[in-house]
């Protein structure tokens, strides 16, 4: 199988003869020419994975020969070929778009070494576009699955905000899909190609949130052994989702508005400020105001992230999206099932459309694939959809959802028996320490809130 087409073009006829010979023992197709119109020819007709350019050329110098090469052929890996090996000839190379340099007299195997690493990175950058191309794809307004007037309006009003910077606020019920359209803001806006980072509020304990969030110096507490960038900090020049703020305990609310004010904030541990670019994209599905009345949510954060206000509207007042997301969850799980299911039975249909959705989209999406599962057939029966009589159940969760959470909650259950020793706690789990504090760090849990 030949390894890759390699264009060379140098004005010493036994060069190019000895450099054809090498690579084709190393099974390249190779391509050979004296003058620059024959490669340029070489270029348009043939497809190409890598040019060998000499740096002084007959007529002209190398450099600007490459920059023709790749006006017609922008990404094709060039090295350059030299008896000049000057510094000031190389860094002028690099900078113009060469991936390495050779001088002349060169080992062959340093040669056919810079080939393979040239011809691996621009596979590398091939798949890194590709899969940039499909995450672009996934949250382009098209795609998002939205057949409702509510759904259209909201993507109506993603698509004038994105280009802003202004903080955005998203209230919807669990499960609607806030998340999709944090990453559709930041997906449509200046920051696209910038992170993207995102936590759960509620997920975290109190001490390892403001961690998370801020970063700490080493040595800042137990167990810091070194310092840590925060996700404020991952996020600069990007977008940083804080998914359920309501749920943030009040203590870090006041370090998150210096950040939203002045976009600078103190690591843990740290004396020095960090400055930071970041736009945010907040989101809640419990009444803030009523936490700010009640005394659990600053008032002036309330109003400093109530900036551009989305609500979601839960799935069961938007029920016509309801067939376009069935229709798309059963493509995503045909696939990985190896199963060619093509719908719904009427009746299947009607039970889903009567169902009041209380864990909405992701509701949805569990029930179809627990279907998809269960099915002989290629049309999903009513009996598969929603069988504890019509009322509704607790979504049913992914496998490897259930598995985490019952071992968090195992090894919650062990601290809370052993008051966080984490030695009994590791024998009784029949686990090595090493292995439960991997446990530990895995379930983001801190074993000193456990202790008496």
Excluded at 85 to 100: D, P, Y
Excluded at 120 to 129: A, G, M, V
Excluded at 138 to 143: I, L, P, Q
Aim: with cysteine; hydrophobic share 40%; aromatic share 6%.
């Amino acid at each position: 199988m030949i390894a890759g087409k390699i264009l060379v073009i140098d004005d010493d006829s036994n060069l190019l003869e000895v450099i054809r010979m090498r690579l084709e023992s190393a099974n390249y197709e190779v391509v050979t020419a004296l003058r620059e119109e024959e490669a340029i020819e070489a270029v348009r007709k043939d497809l190409l994975d890598l040019a060998i350019i000499d740096l002084q050329l007959a007529s002209r110098d190398g450099i600007s020969f490459m920059e023709d090469v790749h006006g017609i052929i922008p990404d094709l890996p060039v090295i350059i070929l030299t008896a000049y090996g000057t510094i000031e000839s190389a860094v002028e190379a690099m900078k113009k778009g060469a991936c390495s340099y050779l001088t002349k007299p060169f080992d062959p195997r340093e040669l056919l070494l810079q080939i393979e690493m040239a011809m691996e990175n621009r596979k590398l950058t091939s798949e890194i576009k590709r899969l940039k191309g499909l995450v672009e794809e996934k949250y382009n307004f098209a795609n998002i699955i939205a057949r409702s007037g509510k759904m259209h309006d909201i993507l109506a009003q993603v698509a004038l905000i994105a280009k802003t910077d202004s903080t955005v606020y998203i209230y919807g019920e669990s499960g609607t899909g806030k998340e999709l359209i944090a990453k559709a803001i930041h997906m449509h806006s200046e920051r696209k190609n910038k992170p993207f980072v995102a936590i759960n509020c509620s997920a975290l304990p109190e001490t390892l949130l403001e961690s998370e969030l801020f970063g700490h110096e080493k040595g800042a507490f137990t167990g810091a052994l070194k310092k840590t960038d925060g996700l404020f900090t991952q996020a600069d020049k990007g977008t940083i989702f804080l998914d359920e703020i309501g749920n943030m305990p009040l203590s870090l609310q006041s370090k998150s508005l210096r950040v939203l004010q002045e976009q600078q904030f103190h690591p843990l541990g740290s004396k020095k400020p960090v400055k930071v670019d970041v736009r945010v994209i907040v989101a809640t599905n419990r009444d803030i105001k009523k936490e700010v009345r009640e005394g659990r949510f600053r008032e002036d954060l309330f109003y400093r992230i109530h900036v551009i206000p989305i609500n979601l509207p839960p799935l069961r007042e938007r029920k016509d999206d309801i067939p376009p997301l069935v229709n798309h969850f059963i493509k995503k799980f045909s696939r990985p099932m190896k199963k060619k299911v093509k719908g719904l039975t009427p009746l299947a249909m009607q039970k889903l459309m009567l169902h009041d959705w209380p864990g909405n989209v992701r509701e949805l999406e569990n029930t179809i694939e627990y279907a998809m599962a269960m099915t002989t057939e290629n049309i999903i029966s009513e009996d598969l959809i929603l069988p504890a009589s019509g009322l509704s159940p607790e979504p049913l969760k992914p496998l490897n959802e259930a598995k985490a959470e019952f071992e968090k909650n195992y090894i919650i259950h062990l601290l809370e028996l052993t008051k966080g020793n984490i030695t009994r706690a590791a024998d009784l789990a029949g686990r090595y320490r090493a292995d439960f504090y991997n446990l530990l760090k895995k379930h983001r849990i801190n074993p000193e809130e456990f202790k008496e």
